[in-house]
């Protein structure tokens, strides 16, 4: 179905706190390694952050701070398109379509909305609700057939796929890819380092939860050093952490920093106490985020830049997201001038 279109990546990150751990393993570091692969279209989804309430100016240096963190892992910005979603409005305008063809049932069964809403559903925003008929508007835009995500965003992807397919039945069009997720290796659901049954993000309640892109080396070290765990040492074999669901996390932490396989830091450290292993994860998580952190940071100095690179990076997105919208709004039907 995806054959008759060009390869094409597409995939964001919300500037609605400091990037983490979990976006830098489960999404960023994926990005880099896809980039020369085909071509590659990076955003900063900053209409996506909105959906709850972010203060104006921390919204403008946590967008910054995305970008930042996109370069300095590795994303060149004249081999990927960088750029922030709300400097290309047709991400808006598909998005509207989409609302139109999503429908409210599918919406329901999103659970990511009903974990962000709470019992509080009545009173969070309408664009929250929407939010899934606005992504699958940033991967179809580009016709996008690859979109790396972590775990956490495989529904969405899902969702992406019916609108696609609904969209092309109803028109009678076979214009929009049935878009594949792209979720692998050892780390596409980083936990919270205070409770392995929860994912890390950018907005947990607290700072211990949740290692940053810009902790310093004594900050990442105090977290892991607290990080939740069981009484147990490691196990022998990697099946031993079964059920073991912080431990596991710390394991696969390790694995995903060091490009190896779980079971390989199994090997390495047998039977280890946690005085052993989690100041190893300190040391490793160090040495793979000091040198991107010290980049971010460089680049944060010079917010003009950013800006410039955003901007360079918007115009090539609009020249291929605005004849695929214009096309769209004609096989809706609707007139164009
Ligand atoms: N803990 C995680 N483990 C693996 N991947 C993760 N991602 C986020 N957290 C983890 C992946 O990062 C990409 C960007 O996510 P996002 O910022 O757009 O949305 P999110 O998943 O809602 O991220 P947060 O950090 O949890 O933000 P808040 O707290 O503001 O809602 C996605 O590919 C996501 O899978």
Redesign the pocket.
């Known amino acids: 179905m995806t054959s008759q279109f060009t390869p094409r990546v597409f995939?964001?990150?919300?500037p609605?706190?400091g990037l983490?751990l979990?976006?830098y393993?489960?999404?960023i570091k994926r990005f880099v390694g896809m980039q020369g692969q085909m071509e590659t279209v990076y955003c900063v989804?900053d209409m996506?952050a909105i959906t709850v309430w972010q203060d104006p100016a921390e919204l403008k240096t946590a967008t910054r701070e995305v970008a930042a963190g996109y370069i300095a892992a590795g994303l060149d910005p004249t081999k990927s398109i960088l750029f922030n979603q709300s400097q290309v409005s047709a991400h808006a305008e598909l998005g509207w379509i989409f609302n139109c063809v999503a429908r409210v049932g599918w919406m329901n069964r999103m659970t990511q909305f009903k974990d962000k809403a709470g019992s509080n559903a009545e009173k969070v925003s309408l664009g929250l609700y929407a939010y899934p008929s606005l992504m699958a508007a940033d991967i179809l835009l580009y016709h996008a057939t690859h979109v790396p995500?972590?775990e956490?965003?495989k529904q969405h992807v899902e969702l992406t796929r019916d609108i696609a397919a609904k969209f092309n039945h109803d028109f009678k069009a076979d214009f929009f890819p049935i878009t594949d997720p792209v979720i692998d290796g050892p780390?596409?659901?980083?936990m919270n380092l205070r409770d392995g049954t929860k994912?890390?993000?950018?907005?947990?309640e607290s700072d211990m939860e949740r290692i940053n892109m810009l902790d310093d080396a004594d900050k990442i070290a105090k977290k892991f050093k607290k990080a939740k765990t069981d009484p147990e040492p490691l196990p022998e074999t990697y099946e031993g952490l079964k059920d073991r669901p912080e431990a596991r996390n710390l394991v696969e932490i390790y694995a995903a920093l060091n490009d190896m396989t779980p079971e390989a830091v199994i090997a390495e450290y047998p039977g280890a106490g946690w005085g052993t292993f989690k100041p190893a994860l300190a040391d490793l998580a160090v040495a793979k985020l000091a040198p991107m952190s010290d980049e971010m940071r460089r680049l944060m100095d010079d917010p003009a830049e950013i800006d410039r690179t955003l901007m360079a990076g918007a115009d090539r997105a609009r020249a291929i997201a605005q004849p695929i919208l214009e096309k769209t709004y004609d096989i809706v039907g609707l007139l164009r001038g």
């Open positions: 995939s964001g990150i919300k609605s706190g983490t979990g976006n393993l489960g999404a989804v996506h995500v972590g956490d965003q780390a596409t659901r980083v994912k890390m993000s950018k907005s947990g």
